[in-house]
């Protein structure tokens, strides 16, 4: 059995019993000794090769995973299965000194010593947030960087406000649940790699968040509120709301999203929203037509240019093809609807994207949630975009509602936004604010 507690949450039941991707996704998300050694126990121990000797090869920006994840048929990139966020407090008053600096950049080398950097291995980050940077006596040169804030008239979230975000990914629960306890103390080696330092003593954890995507996972963990008892969601969407969105032609490149000047030059920065998910009507009331119409555009609705969870597109949404930002407030009026990644498009920069998203689906608190994670060179691109999608204009008009027909604002509910610097990797273990 699978016996452990994460608050109110439990699991209690034969292991055989329980789909194996489910089974992980539970480790993951209860966490602790007894959930890795289940996990590796259902898993199977992966034989996974370590990370490189010389970790001068590896990239400048902790973000640039691209070339490091796996690709589907059409070039898109296939996100890591398992995620795991955690919120960390910096232990001291007042600046980082030197010896807790050099502790925690040697706890995040073990890591790269000890998996291969893919999604079969670990990828990992670490940003942090404006509260970090209030310790310093100036704030960071050239870095957009606000604390976080409502971003829309219908919406009031809680903000966080811990030091730090560490967000670890990967093809196997067990390696990102692996991590967590090596960082932390809990066992001395990873992957048959000494643990030459960890992060206890220096950091405390605030918050653990988990989730997960990949085609069959949202199907399979689908008994929790928010989505309807008759388990409606396709058995090959990558995402509780039953379409695709790592469109590779829908996101900025990793150039694009790179703070270019400065001492954090090679960073970035990340924004990170908990959205709850209310999609009883999405699938008990909305024809597939209106999610299609909601969630691409009207015109792809009209003319079936989606079929399935939108794998013919292709690596793009097909949202500058159809031209259909152009005639955002034409459909409006005219349809009494507008599309989310219609509108999304708009926020856009020589026809490309300006933010990237990373983002995964939860059952955290047994709620249907989204982590919305995106990276862009400065937080201003990532509210540009969420303006974009607002769609304050067209409801003034009167074309469509604040959130009804707006896309899938009625769908959603944002609890918590944050944002953070994710530093270069040379700077990544608690920097100054003036390197």
């Not at 856009?348 to 982590?371: C, G, K, Q, Y």
Request: proline share 7%.
């Amino acid at each position: 059995m699978l016996m452990a507690d994460h608050g109110d949450r439990s699991i209690d039941a034969p292991a055989q019993m329980i789909p194996r991707r489910t089974f992980v996704k539970a480790a993951v998300s209860i966490g602790g000794s007894a959930a890795l050694a289940a996990c590796l126990n259902r898993e199977g121990p992966p034989d996974l090769p370590t990370g490189p000797t010389d970790l001068a090869s590896l990239p400048a920006g902790q973000h640039e995973w691209n070339d490091a994840l796996s690709t589907d048929d059409h070039g898109n990139n296939i996100s890591p299965r398992h995620h795991l966020l955690l919120y960390l407090n910096y232990t001291q008053d007042g600046q980082p000194s030197p010896e807790d600096r050099h502790t925690i950049e040697e706890a995040f080398r073990s890591l790269d010593r000890a998996y291969q950097r893919s999604n079969e291995g670990l990828l990992f980050t670490v940003g942090y947030s404006p509260t970090y940077f209030e310790r310093f006596e100036t704030f960071p040169e050239e870095i957009d960087l606000p604390q976080p804030t409502a971003l829309a008239p219908f919406e009031d979230p809680a903000f966080d406000t811990p030091d730090t975000i560490l967000h670890l990914a990967s093809d196997y629960g067990s390696v990102v649940l692996a991590a967590e306890q090596a960082l932390f103390g809990d066992q001395d080696t990873v992957n048959d790699v000494e643990m030459k330092a960890t992060l206890t003593g220096v950091f405390e954890r605030a918050d653990r968040r988990t989730g997960f995507t990949g085609t069959g996972l949202p199907a399979e963990n689908q008994d929790v509120a928010g989505i309807p008892d008759s388990k409606p969601v396709p058995d090959d969407a990558p995402l509780y709301m039953g379409f695709k969105s790592n469109f590779k032609r829908n996101q900025a490149s990793e150039e694009r999203v790179t703070i270019q000047n400065g001492p954090f030059a090679g960073g970035t920065t990340q924004h990170v929203s908990l959205i709850r998910l209310h999609l009883q009507q999405w699938y008990e009331q909305d024809s597939r037509h209106h999610r299609v119409a909601t969630m691409f555009c009207p015109a792809h609705a009209d003319q079936g240019l989606v079929e399935g969870t939108g794998e013919n597109l292709g690596d793009s949404s097909k949202m500058t093809e159809q031209d259909c930002p152009a005639h955002t407030t034409e459909h409006a009026q005219q349809h009494g609807i507008v599309g989310h990644s219609q509108k999304t498009a708009r926020a856009r920069e020589n026809d490309s994207p300006v933010i990237m998203r990373r983002d995964f689906n939860s059952t955290d608190d047994d709620t249907a949630s989204l982590h919305f994670l995106s990276l862009q060179r400065t937080i201003s691109d990532f509210v540009d975009t969420r303006e974009a999608m607002n769609g304050t204009a067209l409801s003034e008009n009167g074309a469509v509602g604040q959130r009804t027909n707006n896309g899938i604002l009625q769908y959603m509910t944002v609890e918590r936004r944050g944002n953070y610097l994710l530093p270069p990797r040379s700077l990544r273990a608690v920097p100054p604010a003036q390197p």
